[in-house]
């Protein structure tokens, strides 16, 4: 290590020019990153369903479908507008009131299925598209041909309104986040030019981490990209601070290379374990199921690493090359001394650790109340036109579930299975050339154009609209029911998908995955603490402080009545753990230090939050500040729930650290002595 150290001491220059050409690259590469606006592009690409909708797209040639929302009631005018887009040529069908509806007869003689296509005055019109690589043209054209009294809506088109209304959304919060932390940091270091040398080294990691995602062509959910920018500054400038003030400390009294190389020297290591704790929580996402997780913590994983190779070779060049302006003249600041707050919690510590298990048993009820909530589109901005059509056509018409069957075509039980399927609760009808005529009527007098609206290159589909939602109470017993009777009675490949089943599977894998990762996430950083402290009681009990934060911070959702995104249980769970256990571990590892030296339970508190508070306060205002844009500003719900509940995340993981740490130290320091090695002097065993 020490040969490395020199290496980057000598070669500054060169490591310099290098990281530079590697940022100057990666700011050309990292706009083409794809991102994808549509949450069923988070499931694995393995499961049944999706393999239903691609035979429905590749094979049948299918794509999907979109809603118009008339708000002119003149019949003429909504059926000029129909042919004009039956005319389309990439129109499969276009469904309306005039398909359903003798409109010869009088309004009053309606039948009572008139309601789902004319109601209140409202037409609502249904097209479906032949299947494409990209939309984007054909909802382009369609937005034209509309009048103004028209607006349109479906899962592709909103995907298509929030690519435009997200654009630079991400640069525009990380920059905003930058800025406050070099605000943040100006006012609480010494010397004006090391936040920007920090700040600096931060940015040229995170463009290197975009530019790798780029260049690996794989679209990310959009939320990734502002998640991974953001977090990856906000977790990584901690070991920019280490490294800096044992530089600092080295060059009272060495010339500038020596110096440099004593600190990587001796800052390689805290800093590596402290990245290793960080890490585990990203690695644990990897083992997610949906992409949201999985493609996330290999990024993030990927970021922390090249974060960390920065710091340790890109920042210690821009150190020595100014090093002369950093010892220039110094400006006041903020203190950020605690004082004897140490002592004071030392010395009621039960009165602490009573009010901690208060907490804990708050934060386990309202968590254990807390309801995550699957449909995406309520967090999407109400003034994106087509979220805007969306729930004004659910508000007048009510919300649409439905379900599709795919399935080879002849297939032997289809027919059959069809028709179990029509007779569950809570199916409407079932759409299918089998099912569409008398059941008595033979098969093979079915016109050819019935059949070829649902049959393309020897597979079929089925459309089964439904009254209940399939993630909800009696809808899952309907989608079992459904998955059961396709199973047991179809002899032949045959899948259950549709949007409504999807978002079922993306409901039913996120519970797997949240368990999974958030144990794992939680095995993974006692394990390393435990050999970083030989310890077995030590690691439970700093993981158990930051998962109280972690309770708390879902709980704010049930005590607040506010909706939760599904995802959110999985990420604070992993990443907030992640991120934030290293104020723990720099807390106990002092305490830990100062009882080796034979000082009391109580004075070890104290000199603990007392050296580790700076340290502390500067990482969770990094964490804090670095989401905070994000998690005010952004007209997006989604992203401002899950970046503000990092920002609360970090600053609650803060508070219980600070507060609660030193007093569990003091009351469980015996138990700590016996079950750990050489957690203090032997002298201390009358303490």
Wanted: hydrophobic content about 45%; charged content about 20%; some cysteine.
């Amino acid at each position: 290590m020490k040969i490395l150290a020199e290496f980057i001491a000598r070669k500054r220059v060169y490591i310099l020019v290098v990281f530079l050409l590697l940022a100057s690259v990666s700011i050309f590469i990292m706009p083409h990153r794809k991102l994808s606006y549509s949450i069923f592009d988070i499931l694995p690409s393995n499961i049944k369903s999706l393999t239903g909708i691609r035979i429905l797209s590749e094979k049948i040639s299918k794509g999907p479908e979109f809603t118009i929302l008339c708000e002119k009631d003149d019949i003429d005018a909504i059926e000029a507008l129909v042919r004009n887009l039956e005319s389309l040529p990439y129109v499969i069908s276009v469904s309306w009131l005039g398909n359903n509806q003798d409109l010869a007869y009088p309004e009053e003689l309606w039948d009572s299925n008139s309601n789902s296509w004319y109601k209140e005055g409202f037409y609502k019109i249904g097209i479906t598209l032949k299947s494409s690589n990209s939309y984007k043209e054909q909802i382009k054209e369609i937005k034209e041909l509309l009048p103004s009294w028209a607006g349109l809506t479906g899962t592709e088109v909103i995907s298509y309104d929030m690519e435009d209304y997200f654009k630079n959304s991400t640069i525009v919060y990380f920059s905003l986040g930058i800025l406050f932390v070099i605000v943040f940091l100006f006012l609480t270091f010494p010397s004006a030019i090391i936040p920007v040398l920090m700040i600096f080294s931060m940015i040229v990691g995170v463009l290197i981490n975009m530019a790798f995602t780029a260049i690996s062509g794989r679209s990310i959910y959009f939320l990734m990209d502002t998640i991974v920018a953001i977090l990856q500054v906000a977790v990584t400038l901690d070991y920019a601070l280490f490294l800096y003030h044992r530089y600092e400390e080295e060059r009272s009294n060495k010339d500038k290379e020596s110096a440099m190389v004593s600190a990587i020297l001796s800052t390689f290591k805290p800093i590596s374990l402290s990245s290793l704790t960080t890490i585990a929580g990203f690695f644990a996402l990897t083992f997610g199921r949906l992409t949201l997780y999985s493609v996330m913590g290999w990024i993030l994983v990927r970021g922390v690493f090249i974060s960390l190779i920065v710091i340790l070779t890109f920042f210690p060049s821009l150190l020595l090359i100014f090093d002369r302006f950093i010892s220039g003249k110094k400006h006041r600041i903020i203190p950020l001394d605690v004082g004897k707050l140490g002592r004071f919690i030392g010395r009621y510590s039960y009165l602490f650790g009573i009010f901690f298990l208060v907490l804990l048993v708050v934060s386990l009820y309202s968590n254990s109340k807390t309801k995550p909530v699957f449909d995406i589109n309520i967090f999407l901005p109400k003034d994106i036109p087509s979220v805007a059509i969306m729930n004004k056509t659910n508000e007048i018409f009510g919300r649409t579930e439905s379900a599709i069957i795919v399935a080879r075509e002849n297939t032997p039980g289809l027919t059959d299975a069809l028709t179990s399927i029509r007779d569950l609760d809570g199916v409407k009808a079932v759409m299918h050339y089998s099912t569409v005529l008398d059941p008595a009527f033979p098969e093979e007098l079915i016109p050819k154009s019935l059949i070829d609206r649902f049959t393309n290159n020897g597979y079929t589909f089925a459309s089964v609209s439904l009254s209940y939602k399939l993630g909800e109470g009696k809808g899952k017993k309907l989608k079992s029911a459904m998955a059961r009777i396709i199973e047991q009675r179809v002899k032949g490949e045959a899948y259950l998908t549709g949007e409504s089943v999807l978002l079922t599977d993306i409901r039913d894998i996120s519970f797997k995955d949240q368990r999974l990762t958030t144990r794992l996430s939680l095995v993974l950083i006692v394990f390393i603490m435990a050999l970083g402290f030989f310890s077995f009681s030590v690691p439970i009990i700093l993981t158990l402080v930051i998962q109280l934060a972690i309770w708390l911070n879902i709980g704010y959702y049930y005590i607040l009545n506010t909706p939760m995104p599904f995802f959110i249980p999985s990420i604070l769970g992993t990443i907030q753990l992640g991120a934030t256990i290293d104020y723990a571990v720099l807390l106990t590892s002092r305490y830990q230090e100062e009882r080796r030296k034979g000082n009391s339970p109580i004075d070890s508190a104290n000199k603990s939050v007392y050296w580790g508070a700076h340290s502390i306060i500067t990482s969770v205002g990094t964490m804090v500040l670095m989401n905070l844009p994000a998690g005010i500003f952004s007209s997006i719900r989604l992203i401002r729930l899950t970046m503000g509940s990092l920002a609360r995340g970090g600053f609650l993981s803060f508070l219980i650290v600070l507060f609660f740490l030193p007093a569990l130290l003091v009351i469980l320091d015996k138990i700590f002595r016996f079950t750990s090695y050489k957690w203090s002097e032997d002298k201390d065993e009358k303490d």
